[in-house]
């Protein structure tokens, strides 16, 4: 028998649809994992393994295939561990297949059986809502995904076995709340700058407007001070900003806490920061500095000493 389980594979800020199908057959103990996985995905055996005999779940004597299809799809990260953990639970029947034919699940696994916060669980979040299916996440996370639909199921089991427990019905999870980030102090205030008028003028018409700054002038002007207080000014995050923004702090994985913020970004990267660092990429794709300060400020401190982009 094949069971399958839903999880995601990210392109961007894109959650796109990957099956997890286990298969356990008599031959070989083995365990294999197949489908284009990198490095992260290859070593989720041995911490699924561990986990589940953490949870008390011997593996069978038997050959445990896992494929992750489409299998020309390449798959990148740790979030699968999870789905590929509920999969094998539910191939030696430790949980019903069937209940989780309604879920997307993601989410690392420790060693214990606990299971630790991914990045993107918000982007799962809301691909899974338009699936019409529910979604497994870590606690961690449950904030985070909570955002995507007020009437969608989410589940976000501390461990392996509180999701055992839900699905036997001894320990019912509870649906998450969306979380926000409450505010840490206040933000530095156009009000503290002294006199001028023309620079805190130029500052009100690029917030308006949404344009460009560049500032010129003699150390200890108040460049870096001026530039500092412009998300001071922003106007506030309408919701579909707050939902783009948050799309892309999901996937790098900077929501503390699966928390929210409603405040506008405000990057100010060093000047030696790398090329990768400020426009993204790398061997794992993640937003740079570039994407991480969209709808807001992206402050270059120091222009000319920006070898990577000048
Ligand atoms: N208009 C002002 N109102 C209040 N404080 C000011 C003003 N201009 C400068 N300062 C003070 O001077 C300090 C130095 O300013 P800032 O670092 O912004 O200068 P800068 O133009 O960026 O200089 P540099 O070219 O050396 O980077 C500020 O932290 C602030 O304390
Ligand atoms: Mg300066």
């Known amino acids: 028998m094949v069971v399958r389980v839903a999880t995601v594979a990210f392109e961007g800020i894109e959650a796109r649809p ?9 031959g070989s103990v083995v365990f294999t994992v197949v489908g284009l996985g990198d ?23 038997k050959r445990i295939t896992v494929n992750l299809a489409p299998a020309d799809l390449p798959k990148e990260g740790s979030h699968y561990d999870l789905p590929i953990a509920i999969a094998v639970m539910a191939a030696i029947g430790a949980i019903p297949a069937d209940a989780l034919s309604a879920y997307t699940i993601l989410g690392e696994l420790a060693l214990d059986g606990t299971i630790t916060p991914v990045a ?12 019409g299916h529910g979604l497994i996440c870590p606690r961690e996370s449950g904030g985070e995904a909570a955002w995507a ?45 002294k006199g001028q008028e023309s620079a805190k003028r130029a500052l009100e018409i690029a917030a ?15 460049k870096s001070m001026l530039a500092s207080r412009l998300p001071s ?50 061997t794992h794709a993640k937003p740079g500095e570039i994407s991480l300060a969209h709808q807001g400020v992206l402050f270059l401190d120091e222009l000319p000493e920006f070898h990577g982009i000048m």
């Open 233 to 282: 000014i922003l106007p506030p995050l309408t919701p579909r900003e707050l939902l783009e923004i948050s799309l892309i702090h999901s996937v790098a994985g900077q929501l503390a806490g699966g928390a929210l913020t409603d405040r506008r970004p405000f990057r100010a990267p060093h000047h030696s920061a790398s090329m990768a660092a400020l426009v993204g990429g790398g």
């Open 120 to 131: 993107g669980v918000l982007p799962a979040a809301i691909a899974a809502n338009a699936r």
């Open 18 to 26: 990957v099956d997890v199908q286990v298969q356990i057959s008599n």
């Open 149 to 193: 639909s007020q009437d969608m199921d989410v589940l976000a089991p501390g461990s392996l076995i509180q999701l055992a427990n839900h699905f036997k019905g001894t320990q019912v999870l509870g649906r998450p709340t969306p979380a926000m980030r409450a505010q840490t102090g206040p933000q530095p205030d156009l009000r503290d700058i």
């Open 39 to 61: 490095k992260a995905v290859g070593e989720s055996r041995e911490r699924v393994r561990a986990a589940l005999n953490a949870a008390g779940l011997a593996l069978p004597a």
């Open 208 to 222: 308006a407007g949404g344009h460009n700054l560049l500032m010129n002038g003699p150390p200890g002007a108040g």
